[in-house]
């Protein structure tokens, strides 16, 4: 989540939001956006709707879900996805960013 905080902007300029989804509770959740004041929508998913609905995989012995991310256009319609194989597979900003740029 970090990393998508850094170049928040960039993000914003492209018309577009981010919204992270976690198994957290909503305490957690606010909790965790207030201590680390990030600029974009936390979803609490406690019961993993959300990470079903969009196919989003749960290794128990890998630590939990692991990431996925989706850009979704205004029509709902899911435009790009990349789902992870680790925890740290997760994909640059710039790769995101050249999504974007390309829908746009």
């Given amino acids: 989540m970090a990393q998508l905080s850094h170049d928040y902007e960039k993000f914003t300029a492209q018309n577009a939001e981010i919204v992270v989804v976690g198994p957290e509770d909503q305490s957690a959740f606010e909790k965790y956006w207030t201590d680390h004041n990030l600029p974009f929508i936390g979803l609490p ?37 990349h789902y992870g194989s680790s925890m740290r597979d997760i994909p640059p900003n710039d790769e995101i960013l050249q999504v974007l740029n390309e829908l746009a």
């Fill in 45 to 81: 998913d406690p019961t993993h709707a959300v990470a079903k609905l969009y196919g989003q995989q749960i290794k128990l012995l890998k630590f939990g879900r692991m990431p996925a991310l989706m850009v979704i256009d205004k029509n709902r319609i899911v435009r790009h996805q």
